[in-house]
């Protein structure tokens, strides 16, 4: 494994896979607060792929159970491209999110590039294990997982989008802070189908740091690097306002969240983290976004897959 690598920053700011707009803001927001300079102080070497045009949520009448699909595809495959070629260049990938079927392009991106078996922590209050029919608002957001799986009544043209259908097995998913109270019966129904191995949200609420250990844990008897994939979601939207997703009293705090993140982000065999579902329009005021932009870096400073700027 070569470890000691490049930070390469790609931006994909797109709602179109949301429930509403808000989620397209978040890496100009993440930008705006600073933080490339703040991965710059941390002595961490950089490469800034920029940010993809815009694409701001709108109805998708057409396609009511799947919507804008064609524009999440076309989005997927361009995030899925530029973090291909980051992967083939030896570099580990930050994806700013946009939401969360920007992840799927992440994942496409690293199983078409690593000759090494990928594993997924999927970081998320929710699974997203739906499929069009199971559920009638058609966000494809929270579909993701489904898709990457390659789950049955999934939308064929967003399954067969990377390099190897289904893109993951089941054994190369944990699924992490999953909150099962927050779980559709479909949800349910394929984690226990699919036997997924899940940390659940009182676990990681209990004790963050051996929640994620456990996490590493399993992922390092089945693959060989590892993508993280934070849905934001998972933190209580009264604790710390961040998400697309304002599930209150509900999912871990602001702390313990990044207690666990900072664990996942410090395992030798990190290949990459996507960040999710953040919507600027949702934060107390500035500071919030400034403050989570500098715990991120925090956690990317210990990483030992990132080389250090002057090393």
Same mark, same amino acid.
């Given at each position: /494994?070569?470890?000691? %690598?490049?930070?390469?920053?790609?931006?994909?700011?797109?709602?179109?896979?949301?429930?509403? +707009?808000?989620?397209?803001?978040?890496?100009?927001?993440?930008?705006?607060?600073?933080? /490339?300079?703040?991965?710059?102080?941390?002595?961490?070497?950089?490469?800034?792929? *920029?940010?993809?045009?815009?694409?701001?949520?709108?109805?998708?009448?057409?396609?009511?159970?799947?919507?804008?699909?064609?524009?999440?595809?076309?989005?997927?495959? &361009?995030?899925?491209?530029?973090?291909?070629?980051?992967?083939?260049?030896?570099?580990?990938?930050?994806?700013?999110? *946009?939401?969360?079927?920007?992840?799927?392009?992440?994942?496409?991106?690293?199983?078409?590039?690593?000759?090494?078996?990928?594993?997924?922590?999927?970081?998320?209050?929710?699974?997203?294990?739906?499929?069009?029919?199971?559920?009638?608002?058609?966000?494809?957001?929270?579909?993701?997982?489904?898709? /990457?799986?390659?789950?049955?009544?999934?939308?064929?043209?967003?399954?067969?989008?990377?390099?190897?259908?289904? #893109?993951?097995?089941?054994?190369?998913?944990?699924?992490?802070?999953?909150?099962?109270?927050?779980?559709?019966?479909?949800?349910?129904?394929?984690?226990?189908?699919?036997?997924?191995?899940?940390?659940?949200?009182?676990?990681?609420?209990?004790?963050?740091?051996?929640?994620?250990?456990?996490?590493?844990?399993?992922?390092?008897?089945?693959?060989?690097?590892?993508?993280?994939?934070?849905?934001? &979601?998972?933190?209580?939207?009264?604790?710390?306002?961040?998400?697309?997703?304002? *599930?209150?009293?509900?999912?871990?705090?602001?702390?313990?969240?990044?207690?666990?993140?900072?664990?996942?982000?410090?395992?030798?065999?990190?290949?990459?983290?996507?960040?999710?579902? #953040?919507? +600027?329009?949702?934060?107390?005021?500035?500071?919030?976004? %400034?403050?989570?932009?500098?715990?991120?870096?925090?956690?990317?400073?210990?990483?030992?897959?990132?080389?250090?700027?002057?090393?």
């Amino acid at each position: /494994m070569s470890l000691g %690598k490049t930070l390469a920053v790609i931006g994909v700011p797109t709602s179109a896979g949301a429930f509403a +707009p808000g989620q397209e803001q978040a890496p100009s927001s993440l930008r705006e607060a600073g933080l /490339m300079r703040l991965l710059a102080g941390a002595g961490i070497a950089l490469r800034d792929d *920029g940010d993809r045009a815009v694409w701001r949520w709108r109805p998708d009448r057409e396609n009511r159970r799947a919507q804008n699909l064609d524009v999440v595809i076309d989005i997927v495959r &361009d995030t899925a491209r530029r973090v291909a070629a980051a992967v083939a260049a030896g570099e580990t990938t930050l994806v700013l999110g *946009g939401d969360c079927t920007v992840g799927i392009g992440t994942v496409a991106g690293h199983v078409a590039s690593s000759r090494e078996r990928i594993g997924l922590i999927y970081f998320d209050s929710h699974a997203d294990l739906n499929v069009p029919s199971s559920v009638h608002e058609g966000a494809l957001d929270w579909m993701g997982l489904a898709h /990457m799986l390659g789950e049955d009544e999934a939308a064929p043209e967003l399954v067969g989008v990377g390099s190897r259908v289904p #893109l993951l097995e089941s054994d190369q998913v944990v699924v992490f802070g999953w909150g099962p109270d927050q779980a559709t019966p479909f949800e349910r129904a394929a984690i226990e189908r699919r036997q997924l191995a899940v940390v659940a949200v009182d676990q990681v609420a209990a004790d963050p740091e051996a929640a994620a250990l456990e996490a590493r844990r399993v992922m390092a008897e089945r693959c060989d690097r590892i993508v993280v994939h934070f849905d934001v &979601d998972v933190i209580d939207f009264i604790d710390t306002p961040l998400s697309e997703n304002w *599930g209150r009293n509900e999912g871990v705090t602001y702390a313990q969240a990044l207690r666990a993140l900072h664990v996942l982000l410090a395992d030798p065999a990190l290949a990459g983290l996507t960040i999710t579902e #953040l919507n +600027p329009d949702h934060t107390e005021d500035e500071s919030t976004i %400034k403050r989570f932009t500098q715990a991120i870096v925090d956690g990317l400073a210990r990483a030992p897959t990132i080389r250090r700027s002057d090393s």
